[in-house]
């Protein structure tokens, strides 16, 4: 199965906002509200920040959030902060058979 | 608080098995879904299997013919083996809980594993 698309950089500076893009189909994005992201630390294991297209595990800053539009889902970081630099992950569910497809990763620079 | 523990060869010839086991500390193997999920150097993640504490198991279809993962609910560990290992199978390797959909929350540190003669 195809990687879900995302685009390879996005920068901001501290304090602004950056959107991280997720485009699928309707076979995956758009077909089930199964949508997650992940931040990873390079060197470190991928964590969650956000499942269900838009809810946050707990302790995890409110300054993550997700939504979703058609095959394509978004994470938001606001009041970006320094520490936020690091690669961005999205996945979902693609059936029940393939179950799990990535985003092929986002780097973030917090300028 | 849940932690995994990948453990494992971190060097394996081309064509043998690559075998990995993740120990789970702080919590049951029940209820939930225990996934691999591989990272090749410099790129990004690939889901490559999950198994249910019942023994349940699906694998991702482009390496369902190579991939076993089995679990030891007396021991609370799962493993993977992979089989007839060329060098793209070279990657991170990391273990990771998965409650129903709400992705992967606990994640292993993640061990690398070389295919190399």
């Known amino acids: 199965q195809s990687a879900l698309t995302q685009p390879a950089s996005v920068s901001g500076s501290p304090g602004q906002s950056i959107t991280i893009s997720c485009t699928g189909t309707s076979s995956d994005v758009g077909g089930y509200n199964f949508v997650s992201w992940y931040q990873q630390y390079p060197g470190k294991a991928p964590k969650l920040k956000i499942y269900?297209?838009?809810n946050r595990p707990s302790g995890v800053s409110d300054r993550f959030s997700g939504s979703k539009s058609g095959n394509t889902a978004s994470l938001t970081i606001s009041g970006l902060q320094a520490e936020d630099e690091a690669d961005y992950y999205c996945s979902s569910y693609i059936s029940s058979s393939t179950y799990v497809v990535f985003g092929g990763g986002t780097k973030l620079t917090v300028l | 608080q849940v932690q995994l523990q990948e453990s494992g060869p971190g060097l394996v010839k081309p064509s043998e098995t690559l075998s990995l086991t993740c120990t789970v500390s702080?919590?049951?193997?029940?209820?939930?879904?225990w996934n691999w999920i591989r990272q090749p150097p410099g790129k990004g993640l690939e889901w490559v299997g999950y198994i249910s504490y019942r023994g349940s198991t699906n694998y991702n279809p482009s390496l369902k013919s190579r991939v076993t993962i089995s679990v030891d609910t007396s021991k609370n560990q799962f493993s993977l083996k992979l089989t007839s290992v060329t060098a793209e199978d070279t990657a991170v390797y990391y273990c990771?809980?998965?409650?129903?959909?709400?992705?992967?929350?606990?994640w292993g540190q993640g061990t690398l594993v070389t295919v190399s003669s």
């Open positions: 269900e297209v838009s």
């Open positions: 702080g919590d049951s193997l029940s209820p939930y879904h």
């Open positions: 990771a809980r998965e409650v129903g959909s709400r992705g992967f929350d606990f």
